[in-house]
């Protein structure tokens, strides 16, 4: 199947390139060029084959619920010229990620079922259960690793380490909330729960702007709305929509990341169902159809020339 495991143009203008886990970042003097890959990573590991349609899922849903919040917070797109693609503003980014919590799920109920009480500098009560909804959303930042593991930190350490000034961290904060009350609401429509998401910032020009994916299933959790309060009093595992699923299927096959562990096979078959999963949660989501795009069109040209045509169109 064609998937976009990496690319490696060269464009006029260009002065730098980098490649995260999963995109490819081209920087100009005053935009960078996002291409959203179909690599695939959990546990801080890039797996070695790419889904299908996958880049093209997380950039459309993160361009969706980026309109949609924009009158919240200003964002960096200005224009997503391919499916795969999204140009914007280049921006200073803020080396941590806001992580908002509203339910005791994932890394959170790990470390509550270890014992802990305080997570980031929040006291969590006592007496919750594996997927309860917390007394109020809890904002648990992380530092940005460039690699290894992202790690939990306080708003106190962010602030005495001087990684965000004060003032711009009641801002991050103040937008953190108002985001996920917003995608809160918009999950509802959809039938879902906004479980905990992420969000990440940046600054250019003394403003600040919401960057990167937002309530895509890769950034976020949720839950699927019926059978929710059944589930929880009969202690059963709650309907999951996000990316665990793939982390699931690692677990089961003895892999967590961790020194000395092999990442399982990734036949044809398990590709392609990650790849229906991806095409299952934009629909759900987003509460559109996807379009795959022309199967007989070669991947990378179609990138490289949408991504040429939207440059010499701003120049």
């Not at 490819?24 to 695939?40: C, E, G, H």
Request: one cysteine or more.
């Amino acid at each position: 199947m064609n998937a976009i495991k990496e690319t490696n143009f060269s464009f006029p203008g260009q002065t730098a390139f980098y490649r995260g886990k999963v995109r490819d970042v081209y920087s100009f003097a005053d935009k960078i060029v996002m291409v959203a890959s179909d690599r695939i990573s959990a546990f801080d590991v890039v797996l070695p084959e790419p889904i299908p349609y996958k880049g093209q899922v997380l950039n459309q849903i993160a361009s969706i619920f980026l309109k949609a919040t924009s009158d919240i917070v200003p964002n960096w797109v200005k224009s997503v010229p391919d499916p795969s693609v999204t140009i914007g503003i280049k921006c200073s980014t803020y080396p941590v990620e806001m992580v908002i919590r509203g339910y005791l799920a994932g890394h959170a109920w790990r470390e509550y079922k270890a014992g802990k009480r305080t997570l980031c500098g929040v006291t969590l009560p006592e007496g919750l259960k594996e997927n309860d909804p917390l007394p109020s959303p809890i904002i648990t930042p992380t530092t940005k690793a460039s690699e290894g593991h992202d790690e939990d930190i306080s708003r106190e350490e962010i602030l005495k380490q001087g990684l965000v000034s004060e003032a711009d961290y009641i801002v991050l904060e103040k937008y953190t909330r108002a985001l996920f009350q917003r995608g809160t609401e918009i999950a509802k429509t959809r039938g879902l729960i906004l479980v905990d998401t992420k969000y990440e910032f940046g600054h250019a020009d003394g403003k600040i702007y919401l960057i990167d994916e937002v309530h895509t299933p890769d950034s976020s959790r949720y839950f699927y709305a019926e059978g929710y309060e059944e589930r929880q009093k009969k202690g059963e595992v709650q309907k999951q929509l996000s990316k665990e699923f793939v982390r699931q299927w690692l677990i089961e096959n003895g892999f967590q990341g961790k020194e000395g562990q092999k990442i399982p096979q990734m036949t044809p078959e398990i590709v392609k169902n990650i790849s229906e999963r991806y095409i299952e949660l934009f629909e759900k989501v987003t509460g559109e159809n996807f379009k795959k795009p022309d199967s007989t069109e070669n991947i990378q040209e179609r990138i490289k020339k949408n991504i040429l045509n939207a440059i010499n169109a701003s120049n």
